[in-house]
């Protein structure tokens, strides 16, 4: 069966935030300023090095607890924008909750490919078990969250193979994982212009690197979007619960009322769903069963043939 080509202008809107959002760059301007008073309140220790590579460095805030869970937070920006510093504003309220988080960076496209990207987050990850009990936190409590490409990131963490990336590491050193407004099919990426200039994917990489292909992982993911988002962030969602299951993926929710950027103000938004739901997570208590959305089938459907 042939596969459907999609029109290019129409996924450039889909994928878009600067086009859909009007606020962006307010927002933006936002999170920079609590970003720098975050970092000017709490205790911190800044680009630590993961490795020797372009931009493989991590911020860590510690909280108050020994032996605290690890939140690594792997940032969006579609993989070729944005930086950990402009991610500090969320680590206030998941310092208060005795959570210690960690902002690593990464290299962007075009100076790098998503997969070396995919690599240097592995790096990461790796770096926080080996080290993370030193700050406080506990090694075998490491979860991933990440934002838009971070999801896709942190999906990309859930299924790794540890022991063949390193020997040395824990057969699953990550725990546990959430995507907020994740990508999860990459081929839709591939066919978006403005990204595919700067990403390079080939049909080939775009299936090497799509998670909703791989083997449901050993440990959960968590996918929540926003019900302002465009018809492809949720379509993503809702693929990666179709494509694992509901073992792998036991919540999958459209938060309403809540766009692309949104997403991130209400996970650290003391008493939303997402605070709660991560908070959940990170704390090993039950998170719940699956919500299916009313929006899932004529997303789905829409996009079969992709």
């Not at 020797?52 to 969006?76: K, Q, S, Y």
């Not at 690593?104 to 770096?127: F, G, K």
């Not at 936190?137 to 896709?152: K, L, N, W």
């Not at 839709?188 to 700067?198: E, M, V, W």
Request: hydrophobic residues 40%.
């Amino acid at each position: 069966m042939m596969r459907r080509k999609l029109d290019p202008v129409w996924l450039n809107g889909q994928y878009s935030a600067r086009g859909r959002i009007p606020e962006y760059s307010q927002t933006l301007l936002r999170w920079a300023h609590a970003s720098a008073q975050a970092r000017a309140a709490l205790s911190r220790r800044l680009d630590i090095r993961y490795g020797d590579g372009l931009n493989e460095t991590l911020d860590v805030f510690p909280t108050h607890r020994r032996h605290a869970p690890v939140l690594v937070f792997l940032h969006g920006g579609l993989w070729r924008g944005l930086d950990k510093a402009d991610h500090s504003f969320i680590a206030p309220a998941l310092v208060r909750e005795g959570v210690s988080l960690v902002l690593p960076n990464y290299a962007l496209c075009p100076a790098a490919t998503i997969e070396q990207i995919v690599m240097q987050s592995v790096r990461a990850v790796a770096w926080v078990s080996r080290n993370i009990d030193r700050l406080g936190g506990d090694p075998d409590r490491i979860y991933v969250v990440g934002h838009s490409a971070g999801g896709h990131l942190a999906a990309m963490m859930a299924s790794c193979l540890w022991r063949e990336a390193n020997p040395e590491l824990p057969p699953d050193p990550v725990r546990g994982a959430l995507a907020i407004s994740g990508l999860f099919d990459l081929e839709a990426i591939r066919c978006t212009p403005f990204l595919q200039q700067d990403l390079g994917l080939t049909r080939a990489t775009a299936r090497k690197l799509s998670p909703y292909l791989f083997p449901p992982p050993r440990v959960p993911l968590l996918a929540v979007v926003g019900g302002q988002e465009s018809d492809e962030y949720k379509r993503q969602s809702a693929l990666i619960r179709s494509a694992w299951g509901a073992a792998a993926v036991p919540v999958y929710e459209v938060l309403p009322n809540a766009h692309h950027f949104d997403m991130l103000e209400e996970l650290v938004r003391p008493g939303s769903r997402l605070h709660q739901l991560t908070l959940d997570l990170l704390h090993d208590r039950p998170v719940g069963p699956a919500r299916q959305p009313a929006e899932t089938s004529a997303v789905r459907s829409r996009h079969a043939a992709l």
